[in-house]
């Protein structure tokens, strides 16, 4: 049996004696694993794993959502992409830790291209037992979806705010609305698909000042009250709202079970000439998906019962989605999509955007990039439309486009949630 003196007089010996004792230590994670993004279009490379003999196990695609397998291999610090449409990439890592170096067509033509490494979209280590959480770390496309239809989802990010569509509001929905929230979740601003703000004397609105649902960081025993005016049907009312964190527990929904703090609201409001009422509810906030998971009546109320049906939340955060934003924020900065007479104006000439598509005036279009693609394009009804060999199968779709720079446009696929941005070669 080897005692603490013996071991120390082996590590001596082995000292004096020129050996070595190793220790097994974890490997370091592969330089390449993670998020790439094309600067110029926004193709996405995602590497899960390099093996011994320098293969990538990774998938490549025009966006964070569109991936398909690609074959990878690492030398050292360059890398070898083969697409799933038939280009081959070719980079080496620049001091500066992007990869820069070439994209071959499968008709032999070659262009330059610059990958940048995507921030995780990580949002900080779950709560194990109910230790404190949050505000919960969001990223563009993370989406909700919960029974009776309601889909939330992140559409702009910045230091201070986060602007989603489809937050909950008791009794009141407004499809295409802008709801714009500060990090801890304070409603701070509402804005209607044309921009307007809402009439806040109608439905029961809580915004603005006083209307703190939210405290981060959440704990067990945690409380805070809120008192602040609403208006219903154009009367005024004082609500105070108590909150109690009163655990946190599984709970069961149809997109799952989740570890959820469990927060009782008791609810009370008066105004003039109609007297009190008082009611509670609870909800689930469930830090794995970062959003209140469940809702539930405790007392007679007002608000239906709902849960969440399914969620797919952003691995990592791209850059090029922020070069664009929600055809509504475009509205509500007033800005309005070309018209017919503009689009046909600007495509009388043959156009090019970089790295994505060639637009000739006979009619034909051609798209390169992390696919290669031909067809026919038209305007109609202040549209540009077009219909392509592989793309959607050769049915036509159709996109309204804003012009949001000088070379820059961005586009929005009509009945698809598709969007992105030209930029214009000169």
Same mark, same amino acid.
């Given at each position: 049996m080897l005692?603490?003196?013996?071991?120390?007089?082996?590590?001596?010996?082995?000292?004096?004696?020129?050996?070595?004792?190793?220790?097994?230590?974890?490997?370091?994670?592969?330089?390449?694993?993670?998020?790439?993004?094309?600067?110029?279009?926004?193709?996405?490379?995602?590497?899960?794993?390099?093996?011994?003999?320098?293969?990538?196990?990774?998938?490549?695609?025009?966006?964070?959502?569109?991936? $398909?397998?690609?074959?990878?291999?690492?030398?050292?610090? $360059?890398v070898r992409i083969a697409t799933a449409v038939g280009s081959v990439i070719d980079v080496a890592r620049k001091a500066d830790g992007t990869l820069a170096g070439t994209r071959t067509q499968r008709d032999g033509s070659a262009r330059p291209l610059t990958l940048t490494r995507m921030q995780p979209c990580i949002d900080g280590p779950l709560p194990a037992s109910g230790q404190p959480y949050g505000p919960p770390k969001y990223c563009v496309g993370d989406t909700w979806t919960f029974t009776g239809g309601r889909v939330q989802r992140v559409v702009s990010v910045d230091a201070d705010s986060v602007v989603m569509t489809g937050y909950p509001m008791l009794g009141w929905s407004c499809p295409g609305c802008l709801f714009d929230l500060g990090k801890d979740l304070t409603l701070r601003a509402i804005r209607q698909p044309d921009g307007d703000s809402p009439d806040v004397t109608r439905p029961f609105l809580p915004v603005g000042e006083g209307w703190r649902l939210w405290d981060f960081p959440l704990t067990v025993g945690k409380s805070w009250r809120l008192s602040a005016r609403a208006f219903i049907a154009n009367f005024p009312r004082v609500y105070t709202v108590d909150f109690v964190?009163?655990?946190?527990?599984?709970? $069961?929904?149809?997109? /799952?079970?989740?570890?959820?703090?469990?927060?009782?609201?008791?609810?009370?409001?008066?105004?003039?000439?109609?007297?009190?009422?008082?009611? /509670?509810?609870?909800?689930?906030?469930?830090?794995?998906?970062?959003?209140?998971?469940?809702?539930?009546?405790?007392?007679?109320?007002?608000?239906?019962?709902?849960?969440?049906?399914?969620?797919?939340?952003?691995?990592?955060?791209?850059?090029?989605i922020r070069k664009w934003q929600s055809e509504q924020v475009l509205r509500g900065k007033r800005l309005a999509p070309l018209t017919q007479q503009q689009l046909e104006d600007r495509y009388a000439r043959r156009v090019d955007a970089r790295g994505t598509l060639s637009v000739m005036p006979d009619g034909s279009v051609r798209v390169s990039g992390s696919i290669e693609d031909t067809g026919t394009w038209r305007i109609k009804d202040g549209k540009f439309c077009g219909s392509y060999v592989k793309i959607r199968q050769g049915a036509e779709g159709c996109m309204t486009i804003y012009r949001t720079g000088d070379w820059e446009l961005s586009y929005f696929h009509f009945e698809s949630p598709i969007a992105g941005v030209f930029i214009d070669v000169d």
């Open positions: 005692t603490e003196r013996s071991a120390l007089a082996l590590v001596l010996f082995l000292t004096l004696s020129g050996g070595a004792i190793s220790f097994a230590q974890q490997p370091a994670e592969h330089w390449l694993i993670g998020g790439w993004e094309e600067e110029d279009t926004g193709a996405v490379l995602k590497v899960s794993g390099v093996q011994p003999d320098g293969t990538a196990l990774g998938t490549m695609g025009g966006s964070l959502d569109v991936q $398909r397998k690609a074959e990878i291999k690492v030398d050292g610090f $360059r964190v009163q655990g946190y527990e599984d709970v $069961r929904t149809q997109a /799952g079970t989740f570890k959820a703090f469990k927060i009782f609201r008791k609810w009370h409001w008066e105004q003039t000439q109609l007297g009190s009422a008082d009611w /509670g509810d609870v909800m689930w906030f469930a830090p794995s998906v970062k959003t209140m998971v469940k809702l539930k009546q405790a007392t007679a109320t007002n608000a239906n019962p709902w849960e969440l049906t399914s969620y797919d939340l952003k691995d990592f955060a791209a850059t090029y």
